[in-house]
């Protein structure tokens, strides 16, 4: 009975397992909006003090509500490596004839999941209430529109309404105004965003053009290809440097590692977008055609040539780079494998 039960949880856990490994950028968007969430609640109630001064009412306010967004917007582009392949690809001279269609249809499919958490932030600080109140009560706008018909000491006396220290009893209702305004804001916010993504997601589809399934599959394609291309590169570094650690301690020579050439890296790093009439799906999809054609091209047989290690006279391994030729010149293997 023990046993069945055993084997019922390890059942359950890899159904759980499974489905997270499916939707893990859904669920990690969802995660990191709950924690963004309940960490500007926590510090809306226990950091947040609205100084109730009308030098310092408003930057107070805009810096906690705006900065901290700011900074999980720029930890969520740092953090994930499409962006920082976006950036190298843009920072590129040869990359300057792209499309710039393209390239901002991509920098949105980067920006999109980092910007869940500062417009969480912004959204729920604004449901909230307390921050918008302080920033409110100090602007010298605002009590121009709420101060119409009240008291002559009504804006003086409107940066004290967030502390309840208004002595004009009207003029301390206007907190309730001020809330209602931050709700209003704060659920328009919220529509904005919602509103945009499927703005963008509808015109993003048309852009590409093709069915829904060879959408469908290429969005797979790409999410597995990265997947395996960052399992390669982590077993790849991995042997390399424990070979190069056992042959320092043993005084042996080091065996041959493929290890692609720069041009290579920066090919496969820009961006690609979908294209239904390409024959290709991604640019390591490319990469990887163009150098398999070039190398049948340039064999005298017709067969395929090694990318990697070419052997020497003696039989060992010789590595990637320039090796020479019997006429003396050097042959640049690294740079013709792209």
């Given at each position: 009975?023990?046993?069945?039960?055993?084997?019922?949880?390890?059942?359950?856990?890899?159904?759980?397992?499974?489905?997270?490994?499916?939707?893990?950028?859904?669920?990690?968007?969802?995660?990191?909006?709950?924690?963004?969430?309940?960490?500007?609640?926590?510090?809306?109630?226990?950091?947040?003090?609205?100084?109730?001064?009308?030098?310092?009412?408003?930057?107070?306010?805009?810096?906690?509500?705006?900065?901290?967004?700011?900074?999980?917007?720029?930890?969520g582009?740092?953090?994930r490596?499409?962006s920082?392949?976006?950036?190298?690809?843009?920072?590129?001279?040869?990359?300057?004839?792209?499309?710039?269609?393209?390239?901002?249809?991509?920098?949105?499919?980067?920006?999109?999941?980092?910007?869940?958490?500062?417009?969480?932030?912004?959204?729920?600080?604004?449901?909230?209430?307390?921050?918008?109140?302080?920033?409110?009560?100090?602007?010298?706008?605002?009590?121009?529109?709420?101060?119409?018909?009240?008291?002559?000491?009504?804006?003086?006396?409107?940066?004290?309404?967030?502390?309840?220290q208004?002595?004009?009893?009207?003029?301390?209702?206007?907190?309730?105004v001020?809330?209602?305004?931050?709700q209003?804001?704060?659920?328009?916010?919220?529509?904005?965003?919602i509103?945009?993504?499927?703005?963008?997601?509808?015109?993003?589809?048309?852009?590409?053009?093709?069915?829904?399934?060879?959408?469908?599959?290429?969005?797979?394609?790409?999410?597995?290809?990265?997947?395996?291309?960052?399992?390669?590169?982590t077993?790849?570094?991995?042997?390399?440097?424990?070979?190069?650690?056992?042959?320092?301690?043993?005084g042996?020579?080091?065996?041959?590692?493929?290890?692609?050439?720069?041009?290579?890296?920066?090919?496969?790093?820009?961006?690609?977008?979908?294209?239904?009439e390409?024959?290709?799906?991604?640019?390591?999809?490319?990469?990887?055609n163009?150098?398999?054609?070039?190398?049948?091209?340039?064999?005298?047989?017709?067969?395929?040539?090694?990318?990697?290690?070419?052997?020497?006279?003696?039989?060992?391994?010789?590595?990637?780079?320039?090796?020479?030729?019997?006429?003396?010149?050097?042959?640049?293997?690294?740079?013709?494998?792209?």
């Open positions: 009975m023990a046993t069945t039960s055993w084997g019922s949880a390890i059942a359950r856990f890899g159904t759980v397992l499974a489905t997270y490994l499916k939707h893990h950028s859904k669920l990690g968007c969802g995660l990191a909006s709950l924690l963004t969430a309940s960490g500007e609640l926590i510090f809306s109630t226990v950091v947040f003090q609205c100084p109730c001064s009308a030098s310092w009412n408003l930057p107070y306010s805009l810096v906690f509500l705006l900065l901290p967004a700011l900074v999980f917007y720029l930890l582009c740092v953090l490596t499409r920082l392949c976006l950036l190298c690809s843009c920072c590129r001279t040869r990359n300057a004839g792209i499309n710039r269609c393209d390239l901002c249809d991509e920098c949105c499919r980067v920006s999109g999941p980092a910007l869940v958490s500062s417009v969480t932030w912004v959204a729920v600080a604004l449901l909230g209430g307390a921050v918008y109140e302080c920033c409110a009560s100090g602007s010298t706008f605002k009590a121009d529109r709420l101060c119409v018909g009240r008291s002559s000491s009504c804006a003086a006396q409107l940066p004290l309404v967030p502390c309840r208004a002595q004009d009893p009207l003029v301390q209702d206007l907190q309730k001020l809330r209602a305004e931050s209003v804001v704060g659920w328009s916010l919220i529509a904005a965003v509103l945009l993504f499927l703005i963008f997601a509808c015109v993003s589809h048309h852009r590409a053009g093709g069915s829904s399934l060879q959408l469908k599959f290429w969005k797979i394609y790409s999410e597995e290809e990265h997947q395996c291309l960052r399992t390669q590169v077993e790849r570094a991995t042997k390399l440097a424990d070979e190069n650690v056992r042959c320092f301690f043993e042996s020579r080091p065996t041959g590692c493929n290890i692609p050439s720069m041009e290579c890296w920066q090919e496969i790093s820009s961006p690609y977008p979908f294209n239904p390409d024959e290709y799906l991604s640019a390591l999809h490319r990469s990887v163009e150098i398999q054609n070039r190398h049948t091209m340039n064999s005298p047989s017709g067969d395929e040539m090694p990318w990697g290690n070419v052997s020497s006279a003696s039989g060992d391994a010789m590595p990637l780079g320039n090796v020479s030729s019997p006429s003396g010149g050097e042959v640049e293997l690294l740079s013709s494998s792209c």
